[in-house]
């Protein structure tokens, strides 16, 4: 981030003046009259795997920025316990943001007047020398210090990146890079809570939140010291490094950072150490006071500097309406993320009793929709074009979801609470770092020079910062001031000292809340909630400020001028939207469909019984889907896409209807495959629009966002499928579901969505004859037959037997007849058969398919059987098991958008395929160890690394697959991708459900042994906790029945670690080649 200092493109008085009296001349048909065909250059010289090395460096080098930001919030009540000084503790949270706000100005002047790569590493070795003090401090004040110093060093590693993405990216590309900075330090604050819980629990302690840093310094040192490039900037090598400096305003900024240190003493000591009244208090009130209007003054005036010196932005931008009601809207918004941040975590372990880990999980709903929204108005908002629009749904996302918050109490349900945080995050997510787009868009549509986009940035950075630090600190005087009150009422006749009052504030850890009595317990957490509530007020007034800036801006025109070219002829910009938006969620409803069952398998066999047909509940459906997926994908390339969608979506509520209506196993069997038919043709339908109506810019963008909302309903389904069925609703209502998610989509399907008839030329008989109905029937059969043979061997008959015999040969004969038929092209003909039979002769496409197979592989096995290890071994609700699953989600969303992002940059596309099955086959091996003693926290850990294997590799093959076809090939590219990711699903589970009714069966009775019990009984075992066998109550019984389930779910994760070394081997025989992904980087 680069600010008003010294430059050779600073503004004078009269170049000033000039630009005022051109700006009204100047429209955005400046920038239109460029070539928009001319291809971008990059100023940067380091390409390829180097330019990878770094943008990854300094990201990761952020997201710790991000992490240090807030990972102090979880781990207070350690920290208290240790140094026994609660007084300070809001030092530790806002000490960091502290250092980081003050020192902004002048690191971004060092970067003016220095090498960057000098001040990057020094700024990243201040960060570590801080994590040291902090990892290894004696005492509270010693902590604090160093969380200033890191904040110090952090503020340098922000500017830095900023700086750099700035230096090295043409102006085509600084906006994709500018965006993942935002998101990055995002992700990276609203993780910290989870890691430095995850660390104050562990039994390497919380200070480990703090040395965590230096790990992963030591490994980013190399790529600083050997990669990093040196970049000189032009005023230095002009006027020299120290005239540079010593031009900075050195006066505004140590008059604007007392302003702000006399502020944080004021609002963070002030009716804390000292009464508001005390002289103390009023004095930092008063100095903080005159220093704001000193430095007012000093910077209208220029005083002991210059206009074009000064330390906050030029004139004209700051007297420019859109970039003032930009910082206004990017200040509240970020603010708004950090009220939830810091006592989401802390309700939970007041009223639930969770501990640090558990509470900043729950976390997680808010962080999974906050990167999800983020991405997605990155990519709407240039085709929103009036930009007040996002800031309007966030300002009332913002204002009803601190509503809700606001009522929270003790007994509020935690799924309200989730749904409540949700709502925050969809309003922090829609303009958190929209605002850095926005205005380089604005300035550079006015002709200004490009060094204003960098003032610009300055200025929303300082704000950002310094409300995150006004947020934490107001907010934090809220809480602890109603919190004293509310305990000193609730507690006020048993005796209990100030001091001891005080320190329940901290936590459960309080010597005070462990030896009160169940009774008096309650009423304490009931008053710390109470004291919570008026907290979100401050998200209401964050919302109605945002709004109110929003109301200014309506005004504003088009963000693009209004030059804005859509490929789309006919449709409307918000009519495209819609139809985006009901396209991804049909992709959603599709993708919790197929593993929604994997949570309610329990509740199902208590209703309907039969144990031998419970794995149909969830394979029925993958089946069904990959059965029809080519036939779906031929019918496509020749009816009406719009007539094929709303069939697709009719015959899916149907089954959704049988499944909820469902009186036997069988019928529910049945639902399954008519909504998995229904399914197929609601995500290629889709694709095709995808591919129909955006150019080839845009497609694999489009296609990678329906593939990514299939991929979050998927992860879901488990977490949704789980909530139903331990609700009143019943687990009926994990179907039933879908026809009310319809209801309100059916108006944009049937008046919204466009309508487009590929083939015209043909008549609808004409069109039936093109497709291969012989090779689609027995393709379909194909695979049925496997999932009968085996889901039923060895449960239903025995391996041995003739039907499995007769079964197996049958299916032999089928596959060997597809092959024969598609080969020598019997009932059809080249162009019209429905498997692509050529990319055969491809090793890429071979491989490809291969691994994106094995991915899907994992992530089923992964999905399926990871909740129900919980609901055996920890005796976890289907809720409860769920929501175990938001470690992988989490990291898998935020690596499917990494690897889209980064790939094009990288180019060889082996190179994720190998790391990411080294991950996969890492995470699989040590969930192949785990047993029903282990901990949580290391399942966590062990799905987070299967998470990111999986993640990396799981879109990027249509990309790759894409730009290795020749275009009239494309379609059927994506479809052969898709039959790989979909249907290695549908097979896993399959092999996954046999080995799981068998081997868990053998195992069962190995255990039982002596106890005379009948096969039905003990079979009955493996339906989940609610079988006979978990409710006898006989505590032997059941320890032993836990052991040999963990020891077959067990068995089953091996399942990922092959598959994990599949994608290795398929890694190592891809080509070492870098292939163009610039058309095609959207996977």
Known sequence: MLVHTAKASSYTTNEVEASNRVEKALDASMVNEADEHTAPTSPRNVHGLTWALVCLSIYVSLMTY??????????????????????????????????????????AAFYTAFDYKYIFIVSVSLFEIGSIICGTAPSMDALIVGRVVAGIGGSGIYIGTLNYLTALTSNQERGRYMSCIGLVWGVGAILGPVVGGAFSQSSATWRWAFYINLVIAALCAPIYIFFLPSIKPTDSAK???????????????????????CISFALTDGGNIWPWQDHRTIIFCVFSGILIIATTVQQRFHLFTTVEKRLFPPPHIIKNRTITLLNIQTAVTIANIFVPLYFIPLYFQFVHGDSAIDAAVRLLPFVLVFVTISLLSGVFLPRINYYWVLYAASAIFISVGGGLMYTVHINTASAKIYGYSILLAIGSGLSSQAGYAIAGIKITSKGWPTIDVQHSISAQNFWQITSSLLALLISGQIFQTFAVRNLMFALRDHGFSDADIRGAVAGLQSSLLKNLDPHLAAKAASAVTEAMRPVYILNITYGIICFLADVEASGEEPINGGQHVNPREGIKNSQWILTCIALYLGALLYGLDTTIAADVQAQVYEALGHIEKLPWIGLGFPMASVATILPFGRAYALFNIKVLLLSSIVVFEAGSALCGAAPTSDALIIGRAIAGVGGAGMYLGALTYSSTFTTKTEAPLYNALTGLSWGVGCILGPVIGGAFSVSSATWRWAFYINLPAAGILLPIYLFIVPSKNPRPDLTVKQKFADIDWIGAIIYATIFVLFMIVVTFSGSTFAWNSTTSIVLWVVFGVCLVAFALQQGLKIFTTDEHRIFPVHFLKSRSLVLLYIATGSAGAAQGVVLYYTPLFFQFTKGDSPLQAAVRLLPFICVFIVFVMAAGATLPIVGRYNLYYFVGGCFILIGGALLCTINETTSTGKIYGYEALSAIGIGLLFQIGYAVAVAKVSPKDEPKAIGFINVAQIGTIAISLAIAGSIFQNVGFDLLKSAFAGRHLPDDYIRSALAGTLSPVFSSGDAEIIHVAVVAVAETIRKIFSLVAAAGALVVVSSLLMRFEKIDLSIVAGG
């Open 66 to 107: 991000g992490l240090d930001m807030t990972i102090a919030a979880d781990v207070q009540a350690t920290i208290i316990v240790q140094f026994d000084s609660v007084d300070r503790l809001a030092w530790v949270g806002s000490g960091f943001l502290l250092g980081s706000v003050c020192s902004i100005f002048p690191v």
């Open 239 to 261: 006027v020299g490094a120290i005239p540079a400096i010593s031009s900075f305003d050195w006066s505004g900024w140590l008059l604007s950072t007392g302003a702000i240190v």
